[in-house]
């Protein structure tokens, strides 16, 4: 009997896992459909997605961020989203 309870419940361990995973699927379908390829001139004066920024504080490194939409968003490889919060002084 507890053999069968721990396969019961490594069965719905495994459903609930696929079950998450056939979910992410369709979302990501959902945002490849819409997807649009963003193609411009480069403008220094404005800053948007595919824009390459650099900042430095007075007393601190250059540091170069890499705007994405927010599904892309990667802070820890320089990539930071269009609608990311700025601490601006």
């Not at 696929?18 to 404005?46: D, K, P, Y």
């Not at 269009?82 to 601490?87: C, E, I, Q, T």
């Amino acid at each position: 009997m507890e053999g069968e309870l721990l396969e019961n419940a490594e069965l719905e361990d495994a459903r609930n896992e696929q079950s998450f995973v056939e979910g992410r699927i369709l979302t990501l379908e959902t945002m490849l459909s819409s997807a649009v390829i963003i193609e411009g001139e480069v403008s220094h004066e404005r800053v948007g997605i595919g824009s390459h920024v650099t900042v430095k504080e007075e007393d601190g490194p250059e540091e170069t961020y890499f705007i994405v939409g927010s599904a892309e968003a990667d802070p820890a490889t320089g990539s930071i989203s269009n609608v990311s919060p700025l601490d601006v002084l």
